[in-house]
Each structure stands twice: as structure tokens, then as C-alpha cells.
């Protein structure tokens, strides 16, 4: 896509296009269909202070690659691309700056490559556009810009970008692979989301070039900090926080994002299909009075995640304690928590669409040798990170977890499922 010298336009993704609207007011209203004042938020976002961005996922995949749209009742019926609400569509200010018109956040098009102790510092005195209050974003607000229309380039060739990788980020944003790193895989976008994990200092962040969240060492092994992509954001203090209510019947309504969940879980692991087929039956029996019910998609679940509790309260699960949460025994012989299956697929040059994406609850276990000691499954990037298994087969054909730090693949995940209870908004799904 070629960008224009236009001062002021409208990106409104539309899965591998995007719709440019010139000028202010009028372009909002082609844009949204509802005329209002440049940087007004969407349709689908009014009364939400947490509306979840859709992945831009919109096509279809079985077990290995994509396939015609499933039909209710199909296998394979339910996934992300059945269900399109809150279009990511941004606004490119003209000054170095991008508003993001779903979730209200000003984000700068540009990034830097620092450390976490030179990312606030320079947030400090950041004075972009003229505004004095640049943050660094949380890994909520970071994972509001990812985009499930990205293919991940990871492979043997660490060097070479692969035909057909995509960035996991809308264009409007600068980006590179390689930014802060010698690998492709090494654009990390830095979040000010802290954890401790042997006594060290880790915090998250999102990787646009293969779609994934991991927390990594602040300091690297050398003394150094380590390096970062780093972008600021401003606006919204709200995104990210969530306002959840339990309803008394077995479902927990957050006000902050308009998602009813499940306050329970399936208490036991399935492939992804079957995790499709799981939410169909539910629906069917009209499962806690609703016949709505789906697989959430990939940020619809991450935004449930407490990233904070299990930091607070070590061994508790990476989410509120008004929700219940299946305990299990990992590979390390611990007690645990489980990984969740969502609803979007993760495309990779390699795979293609064999893999769908996951959220872990519990630890991030990977089969990881620092410094060359004994493989062994650790923690080690964290309860909330978004990692990916094959959709179907035996993880005991992954007896030391797979990419580089040896994530473990269980396959057989659990299921939190969720309903939309905004109906007033724009909705286009299923279908």
C-alpha cells in the first residue's frame, strides 16, 4: 500500500484491504456509517471502555489449511472468522501519531529500539505532537493492535524473511523485521507489564512479527538491558481494566468490554475441532439459558487475562478469582493451570493454518537450558502468554516442546467460552 501526502486519513481494515477515507467528518461517516467529529469512536465502541479490536481473521481453516465457510452445524463452524465485530480502523494523524478509533488510544506510527530503564525515560520526556503524557502501553493495550491476518515467518533460516510472511501489525505502522534483534522474529514491542521469576525481573511483549506474547529477562545474561521495539500510547486510562459482574447463573459479565463468560470451564482438554464442536453442543442444549455461545477469538481471551495475580498470589491462575478455574498437574509435576483454546488460527509460512492459538492460564512451560543446564519444562514466559499448538494429533510427538525456547504442546486444551451481550453494537457474526 502506498501511503499519499494527505494530512488526515481513515484506515478501516477489511481483512487484506483497507478503505482510505480523505478529510475529517465525511470521512468518518463512509467510514462507520454515523456522521461525528474526527477521532470519535466507532459505532461498535460507544458505552465500552475496553472494546475488543477484532483480530482481522476472515478466513476459514480446518485442521492443516483453509477451507470454504463452514456452515452452522459443520465442522469447524464457530471459528474467528465467523464472527467480525469492532473492525480495527485507525486514523493516521499527520504528525507522527495514530489514533486508534475502536479503542480511543493515540499511538506514535514510529519506535524506537531501548532498553526498559530508556523506554521511561524517554516516555518521561516524549513530547510527540505536542502532548506531554506518552506512556509506555500495558500488554492489554499492546495487544489491541495485533492482527491475526499475520503469517509467521519462523523457520530454520533465521536470517531471510520467507515468501508469504505478514506482519502481525496493520501497515500504517512502522515496522521492520529484525528491529531489536539479529533473528526476523526479533521485532518484540516492549509493555510496562512486570513479572518476577527466579528472583529476576521479566516483562511482556508482543511479538508483531510472529504473533506472539512472551515475557523476556530484562537484563540480558551479559549485564546489559535488553533491547526492545518500543512504541508509546496515550489516551483511554481505561483500556485494559476490566468491570466484571457475576450474574448468579453461572456466567460472569464484564460491563468494560460487553462479553458474557463462562464462569466455569469444560474441566477437561480437546483439540481445537473439538473445542469448536464443544460450543456447538452448548449451544444446542441452550447451555446456562443461551444458544449464542462461541469460542472466544485470540484478543477476546487475552483480555480476561490477570496479569497481576499471579504475582500477588503465587500459584493462583492468570485470571480474576470470581471466575473458576480448573487446576491440573503440568509436566514439571506441578500443580497448574490450564492452556485455553481460542478461536482464531495462527498462519505460519511452515504450517500453514495447522495451528490455532492458545492462552496460558498457568505457567508458560518450555523445555529452556540456561546456560546449558538440564532441559527441563520452566515457567518461562509466564502466566498470560499467547503461544500456539498444532490443532490436532499426539503431543507425545513433542517430547521437548518445539521453537526456541522448547514450548510445551499439551494439544488437548481447554475451553472458556463467551457471548456477546451488546447486541446494540455492530456485530456482523455468524457468517
Request: glycine share 14%; proline share 6%; aromatic share 10%.
Amino acid at each position: 500500500m502506498i501511503l499519499t501526502r494527505f494530512s488526515r486519513r481513515i484506515f478501516v481494515s477489511a481483512g487484506a484491504c483497507y478503505l482510505c477515507c480523505q478529510g475529517g467528518i465525511r470521512g468518518l461517516a463512509l467510514a462507520f456509517g454515523a456522521a461525528g467529529s474526527v477521532g470519535e469512536m466507532p459505532k461498535s465502541s460507544l458505552g465500552l471502555t475496553y472494546p475488543v479490536v477484532d483480530t482481522g481473521q476472515e478466513r476459514f481453516f480446518d485442521n492443516f489449511g483453509e477451507i470454504e465457510q463452514p456452515g452452522i452445524g459443520d465442522a469447524f463452524f464457530g471459528q474467528d472468522a465467523h464472527f467480525r465485530r469492532n473492525l480495527p480502523a485507525y486514523q493516521d494523524n499527520g504528525d507522527g501519531t495514530v489514533t486508534d478509533l475502536v479503542t480511543g488510544l493515540m499511538w506514535e506510527k514510529g519506535y524506537r529500539v531501548v532498553s526498559l530503564e530508556e523506554a521511561r525515560k524517554a516516555a518521561d520526556t516524549c513530547r510527540l505532537a505536542g502532548f506531554d503524557d506518552w506512556r509506555l502501553p500495558t500488554i492489554k493495550e499492546l495487544y489491541s493492535l495485533v492482527l491475526f491476518s499475520g503469517v509467521d515467518p519462523s523457520g530454520p533460516d533465521v536470517g531471510r524473511v520467507p515468501k508469504g510472511a505478514r506482519p502481525f501489525i496493520h501497515p500504517l505502522f512502522d515496522f521492520q523485521y529484525g528491529s531489536n534483534g539479529p533473528r526476523i522474529i526479533d521485532t518484540q514491542l516492549l509493555s510496562g507489564t512486570l513479572r518476577r521469576f527466579r528472583g529476576q525481573q521479566f516483562v511482556y511483549g508482543l511479538n508483531v512479527a510472529d504473533g506472539r506474547i512472551k515475557s523476556y529477562p530484562v537484563i540480558e545474561r551479559g549485564g546489559s538491558g535488553k533491547k526492545f521495539t518500543v512504541r508509546f500510547v496515550r489516551g483511554n486510562p481505561d483500556y485494559g481494566k476490566n468491570r466484571l459482574v457475576d450474574n448468579g447463573d453461572g456466567t460472569i459479565t464484564d460491563l468494560a468490554t460487553g462479553l458474557m463468560w463462562e464462569k466455569g470451564d469444560s474441566g477437561k482438554g480437546m483439540t481445537w475441532g473439538e473445542a469448536l464442536e464443544w460450543a456447538q453442543q452448548k449451544n444446542r442444549s441452550k447451555h446456562l439459558g443461551y444458544s449464542d455461545w462461541r469460542l472466544p477469538n485470540a484478543k477476546e481471551l487475552q483480555s480476561i487475562v490477570d496479569y497481576l495475580r499471579p504475582q500477588e498470589e503465587p500459584g493462583a491462575p492468570a485470571i480474576a478469582d470470581i471466575f473458576q478455574c480448573t487446576s491440573i498437574i503440568n509436566e514439571a509435576g506441578r500443580k497448574d493451570y490450564p492452556y485455553y483454546w481460542t478461536s482464531t488460527t495462527h498462519e505460519s509460512v511452515r504450517r500453514g493454518g495447522a495451528d490455532a492459538v492458545y492462552i496460558c492460564f498457568g505457567e508458560g512451560l518450555g523445555y529452556f537450558a540456561p546456560l546449558g543446564a538440564s532441559r527441563e519444562p520452566i515457567d518461562i514466559h509466564g502466566p498470560g502468554a499467547q503461544r500456539s499448538d498444532p490443532k490436532t494429533g499426539d503431543p507425545k510427538g513433542f517430547p521437548r516442546g518445539r521453537g526456541p525456547q522448547g514450548d510445551v504442546v499439551r494439544i488437548l486444551n481447554f475451553v472458556r467460552l463467551v457471548r456477546t451481550v451488546d447486541r446494540a453494537s455492530s456485530s456482523s457474526g455468524p457468517g
